[in-house]
């Protein structure tokens, strides 16, 4: 079960914020490329049993799902961070119009 975390940091350091996030990500895709790498070469050398290939493509493909739910997050962050720093900009604009 997925649960939303919400805490506050300053503006600025939401992209750090983010990166850090991001290395979850990166780590299970990593993971995924060198898993997928080794057993994609056992299989065209014919090593190992079929049914550890199967429960590792399977685990592959959750850490997979895993990482694209926490890349998702990040693009929503990112997103209203740049929809923060534009109404930021025009209430400059304003002020400095007004």
């Known amino acids: 079960m ?33 898993e997928v790498t080794r057993i994609q070469l056992d299989l065209h050398t014919d090593t190992g049993d079929l049914e550890s290939k199967v429960k590792e493509l399977d685990k592959i493909r959750l850490k997979l799902g895993r990482a694209d739910q926490v890349l998702d997050d990040c693009l929503s962050i990112l997103q209203g961070l740049d929809q923060a720093k ?9 002020i400095q119009d007004g």
């Not at 805490?7 to 299970?28: G, K, N, P, Q, W």
């Not at 534009?86 to 304003?94: F, G, R």
């Open 86 to 94: 534009k109404q930021i900009e025009e209430q400059e604009d304003e």
């Open 2 to 34: 997925r649960v939303k975390i919400a805490y506050t940091v300053e503006l600025e350091e939401v992209e750090s914020e983010v990166s850090e996030i991001m290395s979850r990500a990166a780590s299970d895709l990593d993971y995924a490329y060198q």
